[in-house]
C-alpha cells in the first residue's frame, strides 16, 4: 500500500491520559501535514512538517499539543492531557517537496475519543 | 484572517442531472485550489485541482475558476447516487514565501443524488 498510512484508527482515551498519533507518508513524499475535523466542523490546519524540521505550527494549539518527523519512522502528533474538546478525527496529509500547486493526499485519519 | 466559503447544503439532485457546487475565498494571494470529496466517516479524497483561470475538466468532473472574482466551482454532470458525499473546496493559503502550503478548508457542501 503505497497510500498514507495512519495508526491508529480509533484511540479512546480518558481525560489526562495522552494520545500518540502515527502518520506515515506515501511513498516519495517527504513533507507531511496534520489536520482537525471536530464533529460538524471543517478541516482545520495544525501543523506542517518535514523530516527533523517544523515548518509552520500556525494551526497548533499553545499548550499539550506537539508534532515531530524524526529522521527515522512516522510522523508523530502527540496529545498531552487529553480533554474531551480534544474529540475528533486527525487527518494526516503527505506531499512532495511542495510548490504552491502541489496536492496533498490524505490518510484514512484517527478518531480520537476522549471519555 | 482566510476564509473560505461553502453553502452547507444539503444540496438535492435527480440521478443524470448536473450537480453545482460553490465556493468563495478571502485571500487574494491564493494560487491553487482543490476539491476534496469526502463520504460519512472516511478521509478526503481529491477530486480535482485547479490553478489558471476558466474551466478544467476530467471525465464527469468540471472545475471552474475566477480569480477576479474569488470563486471556484466543481460541477458534475451525470450525476450518480455514488457521488452522494460532502465536497470539500480547499484553498493553498500558506505563505510560500515561509515555505508553507498549508490548505484552508470550506465546512462542505453536503451533496445527496436521488435515484
Known amino acids: 500500500n503505497a497510500g498514507v498510512m495512519q495508526n491508529p484508527r480509533h484511540l479512546v482515551r480518558r481525560r489526562g491520559q495522552e494520545a500518540r498519533l502515527r502518520c506515515s507518508p506515501m511513498k516519495g513524499h517527504s513533507h507531511v501535514y496534520w489536520y482537525r475535523q471536530l464533529p460538524e466542523e471543517g478541516l482545520k490546519f495544525m501543523v506542517y512538517?518535514?523530516?527533523?524540521?517544523?515548518?509552520?505550527e500556525s494551526g497548533m494549539p499553545k499548550e499539550r499539543f506537539s508534532a515531530e518527523f524524526p529522521k527515522e519512522g512516522p510522523s508523530i502528533l502527540r496529545i498531552q492531557q487529553v480533554v474531551r474538546g480534544d474529540s475528533a478525527a486527525y487527518f494526516c496529509a503527505s506531499s512532495r517537496p511542495p510548490t504552491s500547486t502541489d496536492t496533498q493526499y490524505f490518510g484514512p485519519g484517527t478518531r480520537l475519543t476522549v471519555l | 484572517q482566510k476564509e473560505v466559503e461553502q453553502n452547507s447544503g444539503p444540496l438535492s439532485v435527480p440521478e443524470g442531472a448536473i450537480a453545482s457546487l460553490n465556493c468563495t475565498y478571502s485571500d487574494r494571494g491564493s494560487q491553487s485550489f482543490f476539491w476534496y470529496r469526502q463520504y460519512s466517516g472516511k478521509s478526503p479524497e481529491l477530486i480535482m485541482f485547479i490553478y489558471s483561470n476558466g474551466d478544467k475538466e476530467d471525465g464527469r468532473f468540471t472545475a471552474q475558476l475566477n480569480k477576479a472574482s474569488q470563486y471556484v466551482s466543481l460541477l458534475i454532470r451525470d450525476s450518480q447516487p455514488s457521488d452522494s458525499a460532502t465536497y470539500l473546496c480547499a484553498v493553498n493559503t500558506g505563505s510560500s514565501g515561509a515555505g508553507s502550503y498549508q490548505l484552508t478548508f470550506g465546512k462542505g457542501t453536503k451533496l445527496s443524488v436521488i435515484p
Open positions: 512538517l518535514q523530516k527533523e524540521n517544523i515548518i509552520d
